[in-house]
Nanobody
Framework: QVQLVESGGGLVQAGGSLRLSCAASGSIFSPNVMGWYRQAPGKQRELVARITSGATTNYADSVKGRFTISRDNAKNTVYLQMNSLKPEDTAVYYC??????????WGKGTLVTVSS
């Protein structure tokens, strides 16, 4: 079992910044991938960004150049720095953990609201 605890969501004006954190605990194996997904009202959950334990990253086109994902392997924590936020970034952001054993865990989500 892996537990994921997200923090850092909130309300911000367009053009502002937020930093999300996700701390993983439990049966953590390497290599693994941790990432952020988001789900806006009435829409499907979509990938925002993910990072491997070897620090390989990939991003959704909609956030490239504005968001940065990083991780601290010693703390089993992944971060999402979100800059130049737009109203369309408003969503519940979910942390995800996966590894080669087939593990696939989700956090409960944290709400990000960007006002125009």
């Amino acid at each position: 079992q892996v537990q994921l605890v997200e923090s850092g969501g909130g309300l911000v004006q367009a053009g502002g910044s937020l930093r999300l954190s996700c701390a993983a605990s439990g049966s953590i194996f390497s290599p693994n991938v941790m990432g952020w997904y988001r789900q806006a009202p009435g829409k499907q959950r979509e990938l925002v960004a993910r990072i491997t334990s070897g620090a390989t990253t990939n991003y959704a086109d909609s956030v490239k150049g504005r968001f940065t994902i990083s991780r601290d392997n010693a703390k089993n924590t992944v971060y999402l720095q979100m800059n130049s936020l737009k109203p369309e970034d408003t969503a519940v952001y979910y942390c995800n953990y996966g590894d080669t054993s087939g593990a696939d865990y989700w956090g409960k989500g944290t709400l990000v609201t960007v006002s125009s």
